[in-house]
């Protein structure tokens, strides 16, 4: 999966210089208006602050060369944030990688999330804590890493109480939680915050208390 750099060295705003790209490589150039973009969300920028001329000149290119690759600023933002949620999928289901335990797969899960979370937190805060624009309500960014989480709830509830629609609502709870202790202690790091995972386990235990092995 092509990737969003990132550029531990690079500030958004800072002068930045460009080779030509050769004949027919708009991909690159495509590549390089998300890559800046990324940066000055990351910095701060909102999606409505944000501007096409910003973003070219974050870039170093015309302005107008940004209306080759997207129609408008939502379509640049959109394609940014899918790139970041693609990142996230990723990670969740490495994690979930060898494991056949229900249970445990759901625990495993929930912990790529939250080193994302950890890891990434200007990627997090991007697609997490700013407002992204619809572009299409029936098809939202990043419902497939959602649907990760849906899937492994789905295979932990009781053959009798199990539902596509008991799924969707436990997994919303799950996210909500996860989405708590990760923001929390970002926000409250002097706060005595148990340990991550024991408190992962021991609220996913208390859901599915049938299933819950000793990890």
């Not at 990670?91 to 990434?120: D, K």
């Amino acid at each position: 999966m092509e990737s969003i750099k990132e550029e531990p060295g690079r500030k958004a705003g800072s002068p930045t210089r460009r080779e030509r790209n050769a004949h027919g490589s708009g991909q690159h150039l495509r590549q390089e208006l998300m890559d800046a973009a990324d940066r000055l969300l990351a910095a701060g920028a909102t999606p409505e602050s944000l501007s096409l001329r910003a973003v070219a000149r974050e870039a170093g290119v015309a302005a107008p060369s940004v209306y080759l690759q997207f129609e408008n600023k939502d379509a640049l933002i959109d394609a940014v944030v899918a790139k970041r949620f693609g990142q996230l999928a990723e990670q969740v289901t490495a994690s979930l990688a060898g494991e056949t335990h229900p249970f445990t797969r759901l625990v495993r899960g929930c912990e790529g999330y939250i080193a994302f979370a950890q890891e990434h937190p200007s990627a997090y805060r991007m697609i997490f804590e700013i407002t992204i624009p619809v572009r299409d309500p029936d098809i939202p960014t990043g419902r497939d890493v959602f649907q990760l989480l849906v899937d492994a709830t789905y295979a932990c509830l009781p053959a009798d109480h199990a539902s596509p629609e008991k799924a969707f609502a436990t997994a919303t709870d799950i996210w909500v939680a996860m989405h708590g202790m990760v923001t929390l202690r970002r926000h409250l790091p002097a706060f005595p915050w148990p340990d991550t995972s024991e408190q992962l386990i021991g609220f996913l235990g208390a859901l599915f208390p049938h299933l819950r092995p000793s990890i």
